[in-house]
């Protein structure tokens, strides 16, 4: 518990000092969205809930994370192992409410995965199923992940790597929203 209420201390003074300079994060370990429509903004922090013991690859036990949210209207995403970065990706289903991609590093490798939520009827749902970002070992900073999913014209895209490329090229790939 001691270490959550670390977590949550140091997210909200980074935020603090981020808002005092008049910028609103829209991804990191911590952002703020309205996810109801209400006009009001909550915050999502991303939290260790259970510290694993030993490597998980030599039969050990993994870290356990989940998304917590400032408004206990929204019930916390238990996302499992490992370190995660919330992306704020505005309103990409047309509801009036704003959606999340969890960017969510994998338990050993460079392979990384996104899953993106949305808040519907009471409940936090799947829109965007789960997919694979090959990173290469190279780190996505703020801002790529924030282009990874993006709208245009009305339609929901993300990037992908073209697994033909040697140079791992991104090709935009149009989503179904569920």
Do not use: H
């Not at 201390?9 to 910028?23: P, V």
């Not at 408004?71 to 509801?95: T, Y």
């Not at 969510?104 to 749902?125: D, E, L, R």
């Not at 996505?140 to 895209?157: P, R, T």
């Amino acid at each position: 518990m001691k270490s959550k209420n670390l977590i949550l201390t140091t997210a909200f003074i980074t935020l603090l000092n981020l808002f005092s300079q008049g910028q609103t994060p829209t991804v990191g370990t911590s952002v703020q969205c309205d996810f109801d429509g209400d006009g009001k903004k909550e915050f999502a922090t991303a939290v260790k809930t259970k510290q694993g013991e030993g490597n998980p690859v030599d039969g050990g036990t993994a870290d356990e994370y989940s998304i917590t949210f400032s408004n206990d209207k929204f019930k916390p995403i238990a996302i499992g192992c490992c370190d995660a970065r919330i992306i704020n990706e505005g309103d990409l289903n047309e509801d009036g409410k704003d959606d999340i991609s969890i960017y969510q590093a994998p338990m050993n490798g460079t392979v990384y995965s996104i899953t993106t939520y949305s808040f519907i009827n009471g409940a936090w749902k799947v829109i965007i199923e789960t997919f694979l970002v090959m990173t290469g070992g190279d780190y996505y900073d703020d801002a790529k992940l924030q282009k990874q999913i993006f709208k245009e014209n009305g339609v929901v895209y993300r990037f992908d790597v073209d697994v033909n490329d040697k140079n791992m090229k991104l090709v935009k790939k149009k989503v179904i929203l569920k």
